[in-house]
C-alpha cells in the first residue's frame, strides 16, 4: 500500500442509495427521549415511535426554552419520527453532555478482513469524528457503516455483514463495488446515507509500518465520505423513511455536494496532519483542467470524474471565501429545515446557483498569470 495514493472517487448516476433505518429500531427517537428526561421533561415509557406523551414532554421543553432555542433548534420543524434525527443532533447545542444520547456516540460499525485494517479504520474515524464535533462544531447523530475490501467479493462479503449489524435490510451494491474494485492501483470510496465503502488495492502485509503509514492517507479519506453522511443527514436525505432501499437521485448541485467534501478534506488535513492547503490560485490552475462545466456537474444524473473534483473544490473554495465557511455548511441546514435548494442557494450566498457558475467560469478564462504572485503560495500553519 502506498501512503499518499490519491483516492479515486466514483459518483453513480443514481445518486444516493437511500436504505431506511426500520421504524422497529429506530435510534434517533431513543436519542431524543433520553435527551429530553436529562433535560427533566418526562417523555413516558420508551418506544421507538414518537407518542404523543414523547410529543408533550418536547412541547414543554421548547416552551419552557422560549427564545433561548438556539438558532437552529428554533427553525427545526415539530418532533416528529421523521425530524427526531434533527432533534437528536441539536439538542446537544444546550448542553453538551446531551452528545452522549446520540447513536454516533457508540463505536462505528466497521467491517474489514483484517484486524489490523479495522484498527486503521477505527482510529482515523475517531480522529475525523473528534474534528467535525470539535473544530468544525458539526456534529453528526447517527452511528455510520464502514465496509472495506481489496476486491470485489471481500468487499461484498464485508458490506453484507455491515447491512446486518446496522438492522438494514439486504441491498444490492453489487454494481457500486464492482465499479469501485475496477482500480488499477490506489483506493475508491463510495458514500450513502448512513454508511460508506472502501475499495484499495491489495495489501501484501498488514502490519505496524502499514498502520503508522495509514494515518497520512486513510484519514483524509474518511473525512470526505464522512462528510457525505453529515451532508444526507442535515438536508434531511437520511431521515426520509422507506420500506424498502431505494435510489435517492440528489436534486441540488453535485459540484456542491463534492466540492464541500473536498474542502472539508483539505482542513482536515490541514489542521490533523499539517498539509499545507492549496492556494485559489493552485486551485484554480487545477480547475481549468476539467472536462465538464460546473452546469455539467449541477447534476446527479452526470457521473462525476476524477478530473471534475478540482473545479468543485475550487468553487466552493470561493463560496466559502466570499460568504465565509459557516455559510457554505449552513446550506445543508436550511434544505434540513425544508427549504428548496435553489431557496437555499440563494439565501445562503445572495444569488442565484446560474449567477455565481457563470461567475466561476469567467474567474477561469482570465489569464492565469493574474494575481499568480499573491496566490501561488500554500497556506502554511503558524
Not at 418526562?42 to 421543553?61: C, F, I, L, S
Not at 469501485?180 to 463510495?190: K, W
Not at 465565509?324 to 455548511?329: C, D, H, L, M, P
Amino acid at each position: 500500500m502506498r501512503a499518499g495514493g490519491r483516492l479515486r472517487r466514483l459518483v453513480l448516476a443514481a445518486g444516493l442509495a437511500l436504505a431506511a433505518v426500520p421504524a422497529a429500531a429506530d435510534p434517533f427517537v431513543a436519542c431524543v427521549q433520553g435527551q429530553l428526561a436529562e433535560l427533566g421533561f418526562d417523555p413516558g415509557a420508551e418506544n421507538n415511535r414518537v407518542t404523543y406523551q414523547h410529543w408533550q414532554a418536547w412541547n414543554k421543553m421548547t416552551g419552557n426554552q422560549g427564545d433561548r432555542l438556539p438558532g437552529r433548534l428554533g427553525r427545526l420543524p415539530g418532533l416528529s419520527q421523521r425530524s427526531a434525527v434533527h432533534w437528536c443532533r441539536e439538542l446537544a447545542t444546550l448542553r453538551p453532555k446531551l452528545a452522549r444520547h446520540m447513536p454516533n456516540d457508540q463505536r462505528p460499525v466497521i467491517h474489514a478482513q483484517q484486524g489490523m485494517a479495522r484498527t486503521a479504520l477505527m482510529v482515523n474515524y475517531r480522529k475525523v469524528r473528534n474534528f467535525f464535533n470539535n473544530s468544525l462544531k458539526m456534529p453528526m447523530a447517527s452511528r455510520p457503516g464502514i465496509a472495506v475490501g481489496e476486491d470485489r467479493s471481500s468487499l461484498m462479503l464485508q458490506t453484507r455483514y455491515m447491512l446486518e449489524d446496522l438492522g438494514l435490510p439486504p441491498i444490492d451494491f453489487s454494481a457500486v463495488i464492482e465499479e469501485a474494485c475496477s482500480i488499477d492501483g490506489g483506493y475508491a470510496g463510495r458514500a450513502f446515507p448512513g454508511l460508506f465503502i472502501i475499495c484499495w488495492e491489495k495489501v501484501e502485509k498488514y502490519d505496524a509500518e502499514w498502520l503508522e503509514a495509514s494515518y497520512r492517507w486513510l484519514g483524509p479519506v474518511i473525512a470526505h465520505e464522512y462528510m457525505h453522511l453529515w451532508q444526507a443527514e442535515v438536508s434531511g436525505e437520511f431521515g426520509m423513511l422507506k420500506p424498502n432501499q431505494a435510489n435517492w437521485s440528489l436534486a441540488h448541485p453535485l459540484w456542491l455536494i463534492e466540492g464541500a467534501a473536498e474542502m472539508v478534506q483539505e482542513e482536515f488535513a490541514f489542521e490533523m496532519l499539517d498539509e499545507p492547503r492549496a492556494s485559489l490560485g493552485e486551485l484554480r490552475r487545477e480547475a481549468k483542467g476539467s472536462s465538464r462545466s460546473l452546469q455539467e456537474m449541477r447534476l446527479s444524473e452526470v457521473a462525476f470524474d476524477s478530473d471534475n473534483y478540482p473545479l468543485a473544490h475550487f468553487a466552493v473554495r470561493l463560496l466559502a471565501e466570499e460568504h465565509g465557511k459557516a455559510a457554505v455548511f449552513d446550506y445543508w441546514h436550511k434544505l434540513g429545515q425544508g427549504m428548496g435548494w435553489r431557496q437555499a442557494f440563494a439565501s445562503s450566498f445572495a444569488m442565484p446557483v446560474e449567477t455565481f457558475e457563470v461567475k466561476v467560469e469567467r474567474r477561469l478564462q482570465a489569464p492565469l498569470g493574474l494575481g499568480r504572485g499573491k496566490e501561488a503560495g500554500k497556506d502554511k500553519k503558524q
